[in-house]
């Protein structure tokens, strides 16, 4: 499975942006996919999942109401949609992928064997 994370930029806070990640590769209806953040000196933190199949999906709590994941099957691609920016918001953004449910493991980025590159977004003040 390979993971292509884009859409990253600079905007300022209030803003809206959207960063899209394409799979390829073996990947099925059986996998979930997340997306991450990591700002400098601070560890990857959890942002939002979604399942291939059916409408199951996660949030953190920093993100809900202002973050919505959403996939295109066809197209292999999952989408986070960020709307209400906050300098706090800045940091690089990953995608990643493996088999399974959406449960309280979900969070963890150690349950991810696939990794895209990462894509960077920064809200100014």
């Known amino acids: 499975v390979q993971l292509q994370a884009s859409g990253g930029g600079l905007v300022q806070a209030g803003d809206s942006l959207r960063v899209s990640c394409v799979a390829s590769?073996?990947?099925?209806?059986?996998?979930?996919t997340g997306w991450f953040r990591q700002a400098p000196g601070k560890e990857r933190d959890f942002v939002a999942a979604i399942r291939w199949q059916g409408a199951s999906s996660l949030y953190a709590d920093s993100v809900k109401g202002r973050f919505t994941i959403s996939r295109d099957s066809a197209k292999r691609t999952v989408y986070l949609q960020m709307n209400s920016l906050k300098p706090e918001d800045t940091a690089v953004y990953y995608c990643?992928?493996?088999?399974?449910?959406?449960?309280?493991?979900?969070?963890?980025?150690?349950?991810?064997?696939?990794w895209g590159q990462g894509t960077l977004v920064t809200v100014s003040s």
């Open positions: 990643a992928a493996d088999k399974g449910l959406i449960t309280s493991s979900t969070t963890d980025y150690r349950q991810y064997h696939y």
């Open positions: 590769g073996h990947i099925s209806n059986r996998f979930i």
